[in-house]
């Protein structure tokens, strides 16, 4: 079988394993508590009413529920969804086909919405407030717009960059929901409904040790569940205890704060190139040979929150945590100029 059927294959059964681990339905979400409170109220308003959903606008760091909320959401209404990408949206024509196929009250959902070219986010404003679209057939005088109307519908947005959204298209959405990391708790309690469905035997000390190096989010906490898996079918009879997800992990290159090698990778050459910083993403990204959006979006956001690094005016720096994690003593801090001249 050539190579590249069998990566095809590997990848399709990848992401329906995905579709499989994740949430079916509003009550099976765990976390997001007051996320999933807010947006509970307004499927049961909208359903009661029988009035189609606002737009809803999800926004946070990947991994931590966009997709799935994007999803539970028509189900528990009994609603279609069509799913787009904003990256796939190159023009207005590309984004006609989805809204004149949406029926009345379903959703439509535009995955990084951010990446929306500045025309077809144009094109979006009246059917977002008005249900309808403006069609220009012809050209110079004898030009002429349709106006098309459209039965009512909901717009799901997800973005991993609010900033680059702009101002008016932010302003459409009725309800804007910011999705947080997971405590250590939540994502034992994913960790232990994912084995369930796939069929592992776990314990739940081991449950918690994937949790605890999981970078705070379910996708992660997933795909560290099926590297334990694989290695615990190989080399532990299937079953997960702590000591065998310790030497899956430990094997992967996970440490104790949930850092893989590209994490490690960034703080290390904070410390060897920048001599711990000030620098600034754009630098470091070069110096790892590395795209500064995954950087910024991928690596960074759990880096911050884990304090191993901050933002400062003149660039990203390590910490006294990041020092110590990196096995370095943190260096003593540099006495401040002005300071000294009151003393």
Known sequence: MPRETILKQDA?????????????????????????????IAVDAARKRSEPLGHILFDGP?????TTFATVIPRDLGVPLQI?????????KDLIPYLTNASEGSVLFIDEIHRLPKAVEEFLYPA?????????????????????????????GATTRTGLLSAPLRDRFHMREHLDFYALEELAEIVRRSATKLRVKISDDACTLIAGRSRSTPRIANNRLRWVRDYATSRA?????RPV??????MQGVDPLGLDAQDRKYL?????????????VEAVAHTMNTAVDTLSDELEPYLLRAELIVRTPRGRRLTDAGYRHLGTIPPK??????QELFE
């Open 268 to 280: 290390e050459t904070l410390l060897r190139v920048f001599g711990g910083g000030p620098a600034g």
């Open 128 to 156: 977002m407030e008005d249900f309808r679209i403006d069609i220009a057939l012809g050209e110079g005088v004898n030009a002429r717009t349709i106006n098309m109307p459209l039965k009512p519908f909901t717009l799901i």
């Open 12 to 40: 399709t059964a990848a992401t329906e394993e995905d579709r499989f681990l994740r949430p079916q339905r509003m009550t099976e979400i765990v976390g997001q508590r007051d996320v999933y409170a807010r947006i509970e």
């Open 245 to 250: 997800a310790e030497a899956a992990l430990d």
């Open 62 to 66: 990947p991994g931590l529920g966009k």
């Open 333 to 338: 801090p540099e006495p401040d100029p002005q």
């Open 237 to 241: 009879d299937g079953e997960i205890t």
């Open 84 to 92: 787009a990408s904003g990256a796939a949206l190159s023009a207005p």
